[in-house]
């Protein structure tokens, strides 16, 4: 079993940058792939990224310019650096672990 838990949602201004974490505990070491989704209220779950333990990344079209994922194998933890944040990346922000383990989220909202 592998547990998932979130940080670094809140409340910030259009144009403005957040840093998600998101560290595993568990059975960790069998974690290949790492990454998020999100969804908006009124909408269906939606990919933003994903990286492999090589390093190797994967990025929605609409964050790919601007989010940036990272992890650190030491810690088992995956970050999600977001910056040039618009309206419409609010959302519940959900880690996942080879597609099998989820956390509970964090609530992003990017709003004046």
């Known amino acids: 079993q592998v547990q998932l838990v979130e940080s670094g949602g809140g409340l910030v201004q259009p144009g403005g940058s957040l840093r998600l974490s998101c560290a595993a505990s568990?059975?960790?070491?069998?974690?290949?792939?790492m990454g998020w989704y999100r969804q908006a209220p009124g909408k269906e779950r939606e990919y933003v990224a994903t990286?492999?333990?090589?390093?190797?990344?994967n990025y929605a079209g609409s964050v790919k310019a601007r989010f940036t994922i990272s992890r650190d194998n030491a810690k088992n933890t995956v970050y999600l650096q977001m910056n040039s944040l618009k309206p419409e990346d609010t959302a519940v922000y959900y880690c996942?672990?080879?597609?099998?383990?989820w956390g509970q989220g964090t609530q992003v909202t990017v709003s004046s």
């Open positions: 990286i492999i333990r090589n390093g190797a990344t």
């Open positions: 568990g059975s960790a070491s069998s974690i290949n792939a």
């Open positions: 996942y672990a080879n597609e099998v383990y």
